[in-house]
């Protein structure tokens, strides 16, 4: 679920990815952008707690249960 109300990244949000649904609704997380030189998501979007790998998704999931299995 997107839970940062800004996004710390100058540029805004990156790519919306949806994850997983919680009762039907989709928990959507950032991608992020990616650093042409590097091929790799920017250091800002690494560090935000909505990034795909962040820690908000494994947060959610958790709490998720066995709602969707």
């Not at 959507?28 to 042409?36: A, L, M, P």
């Not at 998704?57 to 299995?69: L, Y």
């Amino acid at each position: 679920m997107v839970h940062i109300k800004k996004c710390p990244n100058s540029l805004g949000r990156g790519n919306p990815t949806t994850e997983f649904y919680i009762d039907g609704k989709p928990q959507i997380y950032c991608r992020g952008w990616i650093d042409k030189m590097t091929d790799k998501p920017l250091e800002v979007c690494q560090n935000c707690k909505d990034f795909v790998y962040g820690e908000q998704i494994d947060i959610d999931f958790e709490q998720r249960g066995d709602t969707d299995a």
